[in-house]
């Protein structure tokens, strides 16, 4: 007896089944109430007091693989059938296999900072959610300046005093705050303003933020540092010229023109037919911004900067339409393969 229970256990271990009307066979056999359990079942009440603990248990383990059993070949004819290959290592990587690819946006944000790095700055983030301080008051925003106009910056609902950040010119303020000079700082990070979505404009982009400051720094050191960023960045021959401009952080503020020339039809459209393309930001630390910070303009001064990161790779890898840096389009990610 105990030797049947046996084979029946091997049989349904080794069962394979190949359609509907093999499972079916398979219950009949074993599990339907004339067939080999039940049967065992009842032919359980004759077996002789001395075996019936043994064969009692092999038979409930029968009656568990039968059921397990079933379920499992039912399952299976659902899923498609028994078409797993014991031979096939499910675990090994398709072929060939695609390479991802840095994002343009990243590629410039890598380069810039390790130009900078080599001469001795350090990188530093700030908060993406900021206060008025930071963003414009300690930066020297007169309380009336259009730009904390509701129309370009983004504030937090529940309480005005705090909106996303429009610039990263606030990790400046926070660095200042915290540290005393030799200062020597960029801050790359995401920043918000709330424009419309256009082929050149967009409602977050990137930025990066230089700051130096130290005892009798000039507005000569600030042109040598960025000259030797364009030359690093846009090549070795790369001239620069410093355009004057306003910013309420800085005095004298200036932006700074890359020459691109006027070779192509395109070339023209880029620069307005000037040659010149304007690429930054920057300008001496005003000495209100760096007071409101805690360090003496009578000892120290020092210059900042800020640039555009989807700005700068639309100049370097000639993109049109600010949008796509966005969209993460496999199409448009893919043409950075061999730039990276
Ligand atoms: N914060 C300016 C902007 O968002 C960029 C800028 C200009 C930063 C001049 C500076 C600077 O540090 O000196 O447009």
Redesign the pocket.
Known sequence: MLKKLEEYEKQIQELVIASKEDLENFRLQFLSKKGIVPQLFTAFRDVPNEQKKEFGQKLNVLKNLAETKFKELQSELKSGGNAIDPNIDLTVPPFPMELGTRHPVNMVRREVVSIFERIGFTVSEGPEIEDDWHNFSALNFPPEHPARDMQDTFFVAKDPDFALR??T?SV?VRVMENQQPPIRTISPGRVFRNEAISARAHCIFH?I??LYIDKNVSFADMKDTLLYFAREFYGPETKIRLRPSY?P??EP?AEMDVYWGLETEADHRITKGTGWLEVL???MVDPNVLRSCGIDPDVYSGF???MGIERTAMLKYQVKDLRLFFENDKRFLDQFKAAY
Request: hydrophobic fraction near 25%; include cysteine; glycine fraction near 24%.
């Open positions: 429009t610039h010119s400046q930025q933020e230089g910013f952080f800085t503020s930001g920057c300008g900042a900067f800020g």
